[in-house]
């Protein structure tokens, strides 16, 4: 099983999740918790903060040993991993943030239920969104300016009702070309007219 804690607008981050065709999809507040045969494709959502696998609590301990910086959302639990695992540290992170340091070098927990703890194993892209907002060749207010964020999540949603694998995205209204370099940035085709 897995989870996804879902961004801002959580009625876009659910219809985004639709492109990893999950099973046994729960929603409730800000996390999702479903099953899925395409975890490849989590590198590509655009709309949900974090994501990962969930374990049961005697699980944890195979999967973060020997891990020197535990994140968690809750200090008791934070305390508790710390001592727990033998680790050099722990940070208490909310659930809604990504923190540098457990991206290069710790491991993040989420609380899921009394039993359940979600392994983050990755967080929103925000390097790619900035890569694609600084490489337009320009920013005009006469010209629609799309966040690359809200281009991905369009994206993804318009991919999940697709049925064909030689998806072309086409993009009648493309301005500064947003959606065509996002779309790029996933390995699709698109089309684009100004």
Do not use: W, Y
Not at 98 to 104: I, S
Request: glycine share 8%; with cysteine; charged share 25%.
């Amino acid at each position: 099983m897995f989870f996804a804690i879902l961004g801002k607008n959580r009625t876009l981050s659910a219809a985004e999740l639709q492109l990893l065709h999950p099973t046994q999809l729960q929603i409730s507040g800000d996390t999702a918790i479903f099953d899925t045969a395409h975890p490849k494709l989590f590198s590509q959502l655009a709309g949900t903060i974090k994501r990962g696998e969930i374990f049961q609590r005697s699980e944890l301990e195979t999967q973060l040993a020997g891990a020197k910086l535990i994140g968690c959302e809750h200090l008791a639990d934070a305390k508790k991993r710390k001592k727990s695992l033998g680790a050099k540290r722990f940070k208490l992170c909310p659930r809604t943030h990504a923190d540098r340091d457990l991206k290069k070098s710790g491991h993040e927990l989420i609380r899921l239920g009394d039993d359940q703890r979600g392994l983050v194993s990755a967080n929103q892209n925000i390097e790619l969104f900035e890569k694609i907002e600084f490489e337009k060749p320009a920013r005009d207010m006469k010209i629609g300016m799309m966040p690359a964020k809200l281009a991905g999540l369009m994206t993804n949603i318009a991919r999940s009702f697709s049925q064909n694998p030689d998806f072309l995205l086409g993009d009648p209204f493309a301005g500064l070309g947003t959606i065509p370099l996002r779309a790029s940035a996933q390995g699709l085709d698109s089309l684009a007219a100004d």
